[in-house]
């Protein structure tokens, strides 16, 4: 199958960079890469005036990042799946991304390169717009932060046509932005709270949400602005 892979959609997440450029040296037949946001990346910044990944559709007549959301939409359209990567600080956070209408596809191929943990995500990002596009969440500290092993499994899904998984995958969606008000109100920060760790009830029940809730992205200094996410089970 054709591959897009996108490194930089966030210019400071070094994975999806260092893949893009590995790939440009050992190149793989259908595969193509692309650097998301290169003016963050130069600045090495998550990025210039909005987050890229919150800037989707796109607007042609918009900001730096508004036009690479729209190039982005409109290049994908060429590839059966585009995949792209993202890290984050938080420890044990691997996971994939995908759309509330992707492909049903995207879960087979997550399933295929080990990924379990599937979050579905409603916000302006580009797997609500591209149905085609899996992100791949890796921690900085997992086993899984390793650009050969991504570059041998993107050469793997690359030669396949056909799919014969059966992939047994948790789907998440978000349901609430732990501020760092909250932090501060909860004491979160003493807590040791995990990701994909149920939140104990007694501080969901003070945080008036509904059992059990399982908190994401925990302290990620690539998202200073808030302390974490909240994330509902639905499969
Ligand atoms: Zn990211």
């Known amino acids: ?20 450029k590995y790939i440009n040296e050992k190149p793989i037949p259908n595969v193509q890469v692309i650097l998301a946001n290169q003016r963050a990346i130069e600045a090495s910044t998550r990025f210039i005036k909005k987050d890229l990944n919150r800037s989707f559709p796109g607007n042609i007549k918009g900001s730096y990042e508004d036009i690479r959301a729209y190039e982005l939409i409109k290049i994908s359209k060429k590839y059966d799946l585009v995949l792209d990567f993202h890290n984050t600080y938080c420890p ?10 992707s492909d049903k596809k995207l879960y087979d191929i997550a399933w295929l390169l080990n990924l379990d943990k599937i979050i579905i995500a409603d916000y302006d990002c580009m797997n609500k717009y591209a149905s085609n596009c899996l992100s791949i969440e890796i921690s900085l500290k997992s086993n899984l932060y390793n650009t050969q092993l991504w570059y ?13 998984v059966t992939p047994k995958i948790s789907k998440y969606s978000f349901i609430y932005r732990i501020t760092n008000e909250d932090r501060d109100i909860y004491s979160l920060r003493q807590l040791n709270l995990k990701a994909f760790q149920p939140l104990p009830k007694t501080l969901a029940k003070k945080m008036n949400q509904k059992t ?23 499969s």
């Open 1 to 20: 199958m054709k591959i897009l892979v996108i490194g930089g959609m966030h210019g400071n997440e070094l994975l999806g960079i260092d893949l893009v």
């Open 92 to 101: 044990d956070n691997d996971c994939g991304f995908v759309g509330q209408d």
């Open 152 to 164: 041998e499994r993107i050469k793997m899904l690359s030669k396949l046509d056909e799919l014969k």
């Open 212 to 234: 059990p809730v399982y908190p994401i992205f925990i302290d990620d200094k690539f998202t200073p602005y808030y302390y974490g996410g909240l994330l509902t089970k639905i």
